[in-house]
C-alpha cells in the first residue's frame, strides 16, 4: 500500500511578491505591503529586503518611515492576492491532480506516488522551487504524510522533508520543539497558552489531554492528533481528479501550433487506450496546457455519446479551437507539459452488430458527432434538445437542454441545467409526469404542439360550469360536434399565487377540426363569470 505523502507550499511573500511582478520597482530597494489595521496603517507583508532590516508584519507603517524612510510601500489587494494563489495551485496541479488551496497564503498537495517522477521527493520540492523563484515568488516547502505535518515543516521547522512512518522519538525529535503556532491555531488561542507556560508543541504532548482541553477546548489536543496522523486530514482539491488521464512532458519546451497538435493527437490515442481496458467512453474531455511563464490554458469539450476513438476527441477540439468565442492558443515561451483528461467517463453501449441495423447505427452515430461538432464550436447552448420536466402545468412541462446530454440527463438525472422554453415547442405526448404505459394509454391525449401563449374564445354553454357548445376564435365560429373531459389540472399548491383551476376539453367542431380548450376558475368559488382558452390543436 502506498504511503500518503503531502506537500505544503509557503507563499510567505505572496503580497509583495505580487507587487513586484506588477511594476518596475527596484529590487534593490526594500518592499512592503500595508493595510488598515485597528484604525492605523501596518505592514502586513514584507519582502527579504525589508526583512534584513529588520521590518516585521505588524508594524505600524509610522514606524518602518522613521526606520527606513527608502521603503518602498504598496496597498494589498486582497482580491488579487487570492487570484494569483489560484493561478498558482493551477500551475501546482503539473505535479498532481491532487492540488489544493490552504489560504490565506499556501497550496497544499497530495504528492502519493509520484515523486519518482521527479527523482523524488527532494527533487520535487527542488523543481517546485526553482519553478516558482523563476516567476518571482518565494515559497518554502515541508513535505510529510500528513497535511498538518507538512504545514508545520515548511513555515517553522529547519528540516523539510519527514521519514516516512515516523516513531514516537522521531517524531518528538523533529516537532517537539517547534512553536504551537506550527498547530494552525489563531494568535489568540497561542498567546492564552503561552500565558499558562505553553508555548512548544511538546509542551502539549507531554502533558494530560484532559486539562488542556478543559482550560483551551479541545481544538489544541484535535491538532496535535492531525499532526501525529492520529486523525486523518483530508484536502479539498481544486479540481475533481479526472476518471482518466494521459500527459506528456517536454524537456524543450514546443512553441507551435502544430507541434501541439501532434502532441494533442498522441495523448488522445494513450488516453483511448486507457478508456479501452475499462469498456468506456469519454463524456468530457480537458486538455491542459502548462507554459513555462507559469500560465495554465484549459480547454475542454463535451460530447453527446461516449467516445473511445482518437480521432472523434482530435476533431471536437479541432471545432473548440476554431469557434469565434474561443481564444486561439498562445504557447508563450513555450509548453513544457500536456494533459488529456476525461473529466467524465461511462460505459459504452454492448454492441450487436449481427442483429441491430447497421445503417441506423451509422446514422446514429453521425448525428451525434455533428452534434458534439456544433456543440465545441458554436457552445453547448446553443445546440439543444427539447426534453421533458418535472412541471406541473403543461405550458411549463418541456424545455430546453444542451444536445450534448443525454436522455436520462434531460429527464433529471443529470446535471444539465435547462434552458428557458421558446415559442412553437414539442409538447410530450400524454402525460407530464413519469407513469406507466397503462396509465398512459388511459391518460387523455393532449396536442403535441402548444401555442406559447393560450388564446382567449368567446364561448357559449349550456351551463356555466358544463362544457362548450360553439365558441370563437380568431374571428372564425365553431359548432362543437363532439368533445371529451373535463381534465382538471388544479393550481400548483407550493406557490403562493399559483392561479385559477383548469378544466381541459377536447372539442371537435362539425368539420373535424380538433381543439385542446380549457376553462379557467372554478364557477362559484374562484370566477362568478368563467373565461375559455384554446391551448393547442391536434392535427
Known amino acids: 500500500m502506498t504511503t500518503r505523502r503531502f506537500l505544503s507550499l509557503w507563499l510567505p511573500r505572496l503580497a509583495t511578491d505580487r507587487a513586484r511582478r506588477l511594476s518596475a520597482v527596484d529590487r534593490t530597494l526594500p518592499l512592503a505591503a500595508v493595510a488598515r489595521i485597528s484604525k492605523a496603517e501596518r505592514l502586513v507583508c514584507v519582502d527579504a529586503a525589508a526583512a534584513r532590516l529588520g521590518l516585521t508584519v505588524g508594524l505600524s507603517l509610522a514606524d518602518a518611515r522613521a526606520r527606513h524612510p527608502a521603503l518602498v510601500v504598496v496597498e494589498a489587494n486582497p482580491m488579487e492576492e487570492r487570484r494569483l494563489l489560484e493561478r498558482i495551485c493551477d500551475w501546482g496541479s503539473r505535479y498532481t491532480p491532487l492540488a489544493a488551496l490552504d489560504r490565506p497564503d499556501g497550496l497544499m498537495l497530495d504528492i502519493s506516488g509520484v515523486a519518482h517522477l521527479f527523482g523524488g521527493e527532494a527533487g520535487l520540492v527542488e523543481d517546485a522551487q526553482a519553478r516558482l523563484a523563476a516567476q518571482g515568488i518565494t515559497v518554502l516547502a515541508g513535505v510529510a504524510d500528513n497535511p498538518r505535518a507538512a504545514f508545520a515543516l515548511a513555515r517553522f521547522s529547519g528540516q523539510k522533508i519527514a521519514p516516512e512512518a515516523l516513531s514516537e522519538k522521531a517524531f518528538a525529535k523533529l516537532f517537539h520543539d517547534l512553536p504551537l503556532a506550527a498547530l494552525g491555531l489563531d494568535e489568540k488561542t497561542v498567546a492564552d497558552m503561552a500565558r499558562a507556560g505553553l508555548r512548544r508543541i511538546g509542551d502539549v504532548a507531554l502533558r494530560p489531554r484532559a486539562p488542556i482541553t478543559a482550560r483551551f477546548g479541545a481544538l489544541p489536543v484535535a491538532r496535535l492528533d492531525e499532526l501525529k496522523g492520529l486523525q486523518r486530514v483530508s484536502i479539498a482539491p481544486r479540481f475533481a481528479p479526472p476518471d482518466f488521464l494521459a500527459e506528456r512532458r517536454f524537456a524543450s519546451p514546443i512553441q507551435t501550433v502544430e507541434a501541439i497538435e501532434v502532441s494533442l493527437q498522441k495523448l488522445a490515442d494513450d488516453l483511448v487506450v486507457l478508456l479501452e481496458r475499462q469498456a468506456k467512453g469519454a463524456r468530457r474531455v480537458e486538455l491542459s496546457l502548462y507554459r513555462v511563464d507559469g500560465a495554465v490554458r484549459r480547454i475542454a469539450v463535451g460530447a ?112 444539465a441545467p435547462l434552458l ?60 362543437v360536434a363532439a368533445i371529451e373531459g373535463p381534465e382538471r389540472i388544479a393550481p400548483p399548491w407550493w406557490r403562493r399565487e399559483g392561479g385559477p383551476t383548469r378544466d381541459y376539453f377536447r372539442a371537435e367542431d362539425s368539420q373535424g377540426r380538433r381543439f385542446w380548450l380549457y376553462r379557467e376558475g372554478l364557477w362559484g368559488r374562484e370566477t362568478s363569470r368563467a373565461k375559455w382558452f384554446v391551448h393547442g390543436v391536434f392535427g
Open 304 to 415: 453527446s455519446r461516449p467516445l473511445n476513438e482518437a480521432r472523434a476527441i482530435v476533431r471536437l477540439f479541432a471545432e473548440k479551437l476554431a469557434s469565434p468565442h474561443e481564444d486561439a492558443i498562445d504557447a508563450g515561451f513555450g509548453v513544457d507539459l500536456m494533459r488529456l483528461a476525461c473529466l467524465t467517463a461511462e460505459p459504452l453501449a454492448p454492441s450487436q452488430s449481427q442483429i441491430e441495423r447497421a445503417h441506423e447505427a451509422e446514422r446514429a452515430r453521425a448525428l451525434a458527432d455533428l452534434i458534439d461538432r456544433l456543440s465545441a464550436r458554436l457552445g453547448a447552448h446553443a445546440v439543444t434538445r427539447r426534453g421533458l420536466v418535472e412541471a406541473h402545468l403543461p405550458e411549463l412541462a418541456e424545455a430546453a437542454a444542451p444536445a450534448i446530454f443525454d436522455e436520462t440527463r434531460r429527464r433529471g438525472e443529470g446535471s
Open 420 to 479: 428557458p422554453q421558446g415559442e412553437g415547442v414539442a409538447r410530450p405526448p400524454d402525460l407530464i409526469r413519469g407513469a406507466t404505459e397503462e396509465d398512459e394509454q388511459r391518460a387523455p391525449a393532449r396536442p403535441l404542439r402548444l401555442f406559447v401563449r393560450p388564446e382567449p374564445i368567446d364561448a357559449l354553454a349550456e351551463v356555466p360550469d358544463g362544457p362548450p357548445l360553439r365558441f370563437r376564435w380568431r374571428r372564425v365560429l365553431h359548432d
